[in-house]
C-alpha cells in the first residue's frame, strides 16, 4: 500500500510539473508579443516598415527589438497618434467609433439574449425546439459568411452610411441567447420563478423582479463576449464602409488596416492589401497597444464574474 501510494504521489507530481510546464509555455507565447510592442513603442528608430519582397534578400531593420528606448520617445510618439494631423489618420475619432459600435453593440445583445433565454429556458410552445436548433446552428455558422448577406440587406434598405450599418449586426448574437438559456434554464431557477407564481406574480412580475436582477452575472459575460467581437471585428466594417470612402465611420480596426496597408486597386475592386507604412514601428506598436487597451480594460471590469462562481448557473 505504501508502494502504491508514492507511486500515485510521483505521477501527480509529474503531472503538475507538465501542467506547469505548459502554462509557462502558453503564457510565453502570449506574453512575448505584448512585451515586444511595449518595448518598440519606447525604440528612438524612425525606420518605416516596409513590405517583404519575394525574390531577393528580406528587408533589414535597423531596430533593437529587446532594449528598452526611452520615456521621451514614448511621449512622442503618444503625441503623435494623438495629435490629429498623424498620417495614419484620427486615432481619437477610430477609438470613439469603437466604443459607440461596440457599446450600442453589447446593449443591443444583452436586451435580446438574457429576454430570450429566458424564455427558452422557463416556458414551453410550439417552434421552441426549432428555435433552438436553428440558434444553434446559427452559432456554428462562421460570422464571416454573414457579411455579404448583411451588407446587401443593409444596402436594400439605405443603411450602408449610417452607423446601424454595424452596430445592428453586433446585436446579433445567438451565442448570447444560448448562454442565458443554459443560465436559466436550472433547478434553482424553476423553484424561484415557481414560488414567485405561488406568491401571486404574473410572468412579467417574475421576470422583472426575480429572474432580471439575478441575471446580471450572465448580462456581464454576454456583454463582454459581445463587447470584444465587436472591437476586434475587421471584415463587416470594411464591406459596409470602404467602397463607399466613408473614412469619418471607421472603427480602430478598420483605421489601423488603413495605416498598416496600402491598396492595391483593379479597376473599381481592392486586388491586394499590401503592408506598407511611413510611420516607424514605435509608433505602431503604440498605436496597436492603445487600440487594445479598452478590451483589456472590459476584461478587468468583467472579470468579477469571469470565471468565479457567480456564472455557475450557466453550467449546471
Not at 177 to 183: D, F, H
Not at 290 to 297: E, G, H, L, N, R
Given at each position: 500500500m505504501r508502494a502504491r501510494a508514492g507511486l500515485v504521489a510521483r505521477r501527480r507530481s509529474a503531472g503538475q510539473v507538465v501542467a506547469f510546464v505548459v502554462l509557462v509555455l502558453v503564457a510565453a507565447f502570449f506574453a512575448v508579443p505584448i512585451i515586444w510592442m511595449l518595448l518598440q513603442s519606447t525604440d528612438p528608430s524612425t525606420l518605416p516598415l516596409r513590405p517583404p519582397t519575394f525574390f531577393g534578400p528580406p528587408p533589414t531593420f535597423s531596430v533593437q527589438p529587446w532594449a528598452f528606448g526611452s520615456l521621451h520617445q514614448l511621449a512622442s510618439n503618444w503625441d503623435a497618434i494623438f495629435s490629429g494631423h498623424w498620417i495614419g489618420g484620427d486615432t481619437l475619432l477610430w477609438l470613439g467609433n469603437s466604443t459607440f459600435y461596440s457599446t450600442a453593440g453589447a446593449a443591443i445583445a444583452v436586451a435580446l439574449c438574457v429576454p430570450a433565454g429566458y424564455g427558452l429556458a422557463t416556458h414551453t410552445f410550439p417552434g421552441r425546439r426549432a428555435i433552438l436548433t436553428v440558434t444553434m446552428l446559427v452559432m456554428l455558422i462562421p460570422t464571416n459568411a454573414l457579411v455579404l448577406p448583411l451588407f446587401l440587406e443593409a444596402n436594400s434598405v439605405h443603411l450602408l452610411k449610417s452607423p446601424l450599418a454595424v452596430i445592428l449586426p453586433y446585436g446579433l448574437f445567438p451565442f448570447g441567447?444560448?448562454?442565458?438559456?443554459?443560465?436559466f434554464n436550472t433547478n434553482r431557477f424553476n423553484v424561484l420563478l415557481q414560488t414567485a407564481r405561488l406568491d401571486g406574480?404574473?410572468?412579467?412580475?417574475?421576470?422583472?423582479?426575480i429572474a432580471l436582477p439575478l441575471s446580471l452575472p450572465i448580462s456581464a459575460l454576454v456583454v463582454f463576449l459581445d463587447f470584444v467581437a465587436s472591437w476586434t471585428n475587421f471584415f463587416l466594417p470594411w464591406v459596409m464602409y470602404w467602397s463607399l470612402n466613408t473614412t469619418g465611420r471607421y472603427p480602430v480596426a478598420l483605421g489601423v488596416a488603413l495605416?498598416?496597408?496600402n491598396g492595391e486597386s483593379f479597376g473599381s475592386y481592392l486586388k491586394v492589401l499590401q503592408l506598407h507604412t511611413t510611420s516607424p514601428p514605435s509608433e505602431i506598436a503604440l498605436l496597436l497597444l492603445?487600440?487594445?487597451?479598452?478590451?483589456?480594460?472590459v476584461f478587468v471590469l468583467?472579470?468579477?464574474w469571469i470565471g468565479s462562481g457567480q456564472v455557475q448557473g450557466v453550467f449546471r
Open positions: 441567447v444560448y448562454l442565458s438559456y443554459l443560465y406574480c404574473d410572468e412579467w412580475q417574475a421576470f422583472r423582479r495605416q498598416l496597408f492603445v487600440t487594445s487597451a479598452p478590451v483589456i480594460v468583467a472579470q468579477r
